[in-house]
């Protein structure tokens, strides 16, 4: 299952008058776009322009549709990614990050935990008062992928509940975990 199959299953919260381009394909164009440097809603308006006619052919768009080498407007990007449901495409993310088939046995496994702590102030980024969204990521070192992604809140969990969580939900047999030194205490070792 490709990663646009699993965008093209998040439901589109816009009205369907007007609806020029597909959800799934904004939102393609939006993570190329992050993973080529692009952030902010003009930035990423540039890259897709610029690359228009390569993303209508990466995305299956035909030449002989309307949208092929055009691209959303900046106000559009913006009304997707402000309106989108963040929770359905970590979901999406999630199911095909699964569809990476089979992993060698002895892989080493990566799971790290990273914090949006440049949203916060600096010096009070660990109290209490801060809230912010951390992820924690599973990352294959053999297939050089992402296997598993999960989000959460700081007030509500820590990474440690959440680095063993993603480690039963993937559930893999003789492979091997790095994880950050945090982790290494009795009561979190499985």
């Not at 322009?49 to 055009?70: F, M, P, R």
């Not at 959440?162 to 559930?171: F, R, S």
Request: glycine share 6%.
């Amino acid at each position: 299952m490709t990663l646009l199959e699993c965008l093209s299953e998040i439901e589109d919260f816009r009205r369907k008058e007007g609806r020029r381009y597909e959800l799934s394909h904004i939102l393609m164009m939006v993570i190329l776009g992050m993973m080529s440097g692009h952030s902010g809603f003009r930035p990423l308006w540039h890259f897709m322009k610029a690359n228009a006619t390569a993303l209508s052919q990466v995305l299956g768009i035909a030449e002989t549709d309307k949208h092929y080498g055009k691209v959303p407007s900046y106000v559009t990007i913006r009304t997707v990614l402000q309106g989108v449901n963040y929770a359905s495409l970590e979901e999406a993310f999630r199911r095909w990050c699964a569809h990476g088939g089979e992993l060698p046995d002895k892989d080493w496994i990566a799971l790290d935990g990273k914090s949006l702590g440049s949203t916060v102030d600096k010096t009070q980024a660990r109290s209490s008062l801060q809230d912010f969204v951390q992820v924690v990521t599973a990352f294959s070192h053999s297939k050089r992928q992402v296997l598993s992604q999960q989000s959460f809140e700081q007030t509500k969990s820590h990474e440690g509940e959440v680095v063993q969580q993603v480690i039963k939900e993937l559930d893999l047999k003789g492979v091997h975990y790095t994880l950050d030194a945090l982790h290494c205490s009795k009561k979190h070792s499985t």
